[in-house]
């Protein structure tokens, strides 16, 4: 698949000094450790996109590891204390890391260059390192530092695991608070030093974070809360990428939804809250804030939720009479492979595409050493993935400017040329990469003539190549 915005974006990030790199990541709206990590990363294996989408799979498949091992240890002890069906809590593990494995937008992002998939195998295991964290009653330090750490990290990955964390200490503090060995302050300290140590260490990045809400707050692209784009996330989530979303089916699914999480909650064994809010307090605060702020409701961000999700509907259907469980089970996983075999053809799809990169290829062949602009930031960073000269590549600015979130953190002054630059260039020839209604046309005066195109289907957009001459030059 060619290399998406979000894909060249980080890319491009990663290519300035680490001091200038933080100072534009706090341009954007996510926080630095993604990008700490792939800039070295790329000091190993180079910048490709092959090697950054090695690196995201990698996250993946831990994140797979990561659900795993937390189901295992969440309901080890309560059940495997039962004789009766010592295998339950092996098999609730494996189908809730088999659901993971197959979910179609897990595997879309955990193949992006981007820091979800990482943010996914860190929230994952850090509820993994809780679960451990609260199993201990000698509260040690040594048993709250991998829950300490893994939560640092993940608000250092991405805005929204700050309402993962908030739920984690809720569910610790409550868990903590109705247990009976010790004092009620021996069982309350590790869980309120751990959140100490975690908002002390947001501190240096928490200004760069206020600036970043208060950018989405005057000025973000996601539409306005409402029914219908609630309905439309919550159906991407279970069906990813190139589906047809309908708000209805979306809505349905949230409804059956809660009663899965309604379902599980009936069990009143604590992990069985602890994912319960793990999956609905993020989901709940990002419509809080949407109603009461700027939107915020997208499938991307959602998708821990769903991870844990996930987890829930594994637990309960493993929870069957045997009989029930073992037709349940694979009806479950049929079910889930569907959308997974469509993502996977619809992948396969966009692979065969002519894309970006063909058409990269083709202006390196016509062009040589004339300019080509391109229509918008956004497909300008894809651009500089795919060529090899830079010189003479531009992308084109016009008067209003353009907002942050199409790619401006990552641009130089140099990038961009304008209008009174395409009229008073000394050139006789320029070359235009525009897309369709997404990013816009390359908009040139009456002195330049269209002498042809080629189009160039991608999966985000239709690219079309443009060639243009001075009429004076004829």
Same mark, same amino acid.
């Given at each position: 698949?060619?290399?998406s915005?979000?894909e060249?974006?980080?890319?491009r990030?990663?290519?300035?000094?680490?001091?200038?790199?933080?100072?534009?990541?706090s341009?954007?709206?996510?926080?630095?450790l993604f990008?700490?990590?792939?800039?070295?990363?790329?000091?190993?294996?180079?910048?490709?996109?092959f090697?950054?989408?090695?690196?995201?799979?990698i996250?993946?498949?831990?994140?797979?590891?990561?659900?795993?091992?937390?189901?295992?240890a969440?309901?080890?002890?309560?059940?495997?204390?039962?004789?009766?069906?010592?295998?339950?809590?092996?098999?609730s593990a494996?189908v809730a890391?088999?659901?993971?494995?197959?979910?179609?937008?897990?595997?879309f992002?955990?193949?992006?260059?981007r820091?979800?998939?990482?943010?996914?195998?860190?929230g994952?295991?850090?509820a993994?390192f809780?679960v451990?964290?609260?199993?201990?009653?000698q509260?040690?330090?040594?048993?709250?530092?991998?829950y300490?750490?893994?939560?640092?990290?993940?608000?250092?990955?991405?805005?929204?695991?700050?309402?993962?964390?908030?739920?984690?200490?809720?569910?610790?503090?409550?868990?903590?608070?109705?247990n009976?060995?010790?004092?009620?302050?021996?069982?309350?300290?590790?869980?309120?030093?751990?959140?100490?140590?975690?908002?002390?260490?947001f501190?240096?990045?928490?200004p760069?974070?206020l600036?970043?809400r208060?950018?989405?707050?005057?000025?973000?692209?996601?539409?306005?809360?409402?029914?219908?784009?609630?309905?439309?996330?919550?159906?991407?989530?279970?069906?990813?990428?190139?589906?047809q979303?309908?708000?209805?089916?979306?809505?349905?699914?949230?409804?059956?939804?809660?009663?899965?999480?309604?379902?599980?909650?009936?069990?009143?064994?604590?992990? &069985?809250?602890l994912? %319960?809010? +793990?999956?609905? *307090?993020?989901?709940?605060?990002?419509?809080? =804030?949407?109603? $009461?702020?700027?939107?915020?409701?997208?499938?991307r961000?959602?998708?821990?939720?769903?991870?844990?999700?996930?987890?829930?509907?594994a637990?309960?259907?493993?929870?069957?009479?045997?009989l029930?469980?073992?037709?349940?089970?694979?009806?479950?996983?049929?079910?889930?492979?569907?959308?997974?075999r469509?993502q996977?053809?619809?992948?396969?799809?966009?692979?065969?595409?002519?894309?970006?990169?063909?058409?990269?290829?083709?202006l390196?062949?016509?062009?040589?050493?004339?300019p080509?602009?391109?229509?918008?930031p956004?497909?300008?960073t894809?651009?500089?993935?795919?060529?090899?000269?830079?010189?003479?590549?531009?992308?084109?600015?016009?008067?209003?400017?353009y907002?942050?979130?199409?790619?401006?953190?990552v641009?130089? &002054?140099?990038?961009? %040329?304008? +209008?009174?630059w *395409?009229?008073?260039?000394?050139h006789?020839? =320029?070359?235009? $990469?525009?897309?369709?209604d997404?990013?816009?046309?390359?908009?040139l005066?009456?002195?330049?003539?269209?002498l042809?195109?080629?189009?160039?289907?991608?999966?985000?957009?239709?690219?079309?190549?443009?060639?243009?001459?001075?009429?004076?030059?004829?």
């Amino acid at each position: 698949m060619g290399v998406s915005f979000d894909e060249s974006f980080c890319q491009r990030m990663v290519e300035f000094s680490w001091g200038e790199m933080v100072d534009r990541i706090s341009l954007d709206t996510h926080p630095p450790l993604f990008y700490f990590i792939l800039k070295t990363w790329g000091y190993i294996f180079g910048g490709s996109v092959f090697a950054g989408r090695c690196l995201t799979a990698i996250f993946g498949t831990l994140s797979v590891a990561g659900m795993y091992a937390f189901v295992r240890a969440a309901y080890g002890e309560a059940q495997a204390s039962s004789q009766k069906e010592p295998l339950k809590v092996e098999l609730s593990a494996l189908v809730a890391a088999a659901l993971v494995a197959i979910g179609p937008l897990e595997i879309f992002w955990t193949l992006q260059i981007r820091m979800y998939s990482l943010s996914f195998a860190i929230g994952i295991w850090s509820a993994f390192f809780l679960v451990r964290a609260l199993k201990s009653k000698q509260n040690h330090v040594s048993d709250w530092l991998p829950y300490t750490l893994s939560v640092s990290l993940l608000i250092h990955t991405h805005s929204f695991g700050l309402f993962l964390v908030a739920g984690q200490f809720i569910y610790a503090l409550a868990e903590r608070w109705q247990n009976s060995w010790g004092t009620l302050a021996e069982r309350l300290k590790p869980v309120v030093l751990s959140a100490l140590a975690v908002w002390f260490s947001f501190q240096a990045w928490l200004p760069y974070f206020l600036e970043q809400r208060d950018r989405v707050e005057s000025n973000f692209y996601l539409p306005e809360p409402s029914l219908e784009v609630f309905g439309r996330a919550i159906h991407e989530l279970f069906t990813g990428m190139g589906a047809q979303y309908t708000a209805v089916t979306g809505l349905a699914v949230t409804q059956a939804s809660v009663l899965v999480l309604l379902g599980l909650a009936i069990g009143r064994r604590p992990a &069985d809250y602890l994912i %319960v809010v +793990s999956t609905s *307090l993020p989901v709940i605060a990002a419509v809080v =804030i949407s109603w $009461l702020s700027r939107p915020i409701v997208a499938a991307r961000y959602f998708m821990l939720s769903h991870m844990f999700f996930l987890a829930a509907v594994a637990v309960l259907v493993c929870r069957l009479p045997r009989l029930c469980r073992f037709i349940a089970i694979p009806m479950l996983l049929i079910l889930a492979f569907i959308p997974c075999r469509d993502q996977s053809r619809w992948r396969a799809e966009a692979a065969k595409l002519p894309g970006i990169q063909t058409a990269v290829s083709k202006l390196a062949e016509m062009r040589r050493d004339q300019p080509l602009v391109v229509c918008n930031p956004m497909l300008y960073t894809s651009v500089l993935t795919y060529v090899e000269d830079r010189a003479n590549v531009y992308s084109f600015l016009p008067r209003h400017g353009y907002p942050f979130y199409q790619g401006t953190p990552v641009m130089k &002054d140099k990038d961009y %040329v304008n +209008s009174a630059w *395409l009229n008073a260039s000394s050139h006789q020839n =320029i070359w235009t $990469l525009d897309a369709d209604d997404s990013m816009g046309r390359v908009p040139l005066s009456g002195d330049w003539k269209l002498l042809g195109e080629e189009r160039y289907q991608e999966w985000f957009a239709n690219l079309i190549i443009r060639r243009y001459s001075r009429i004076n030059a004829e």
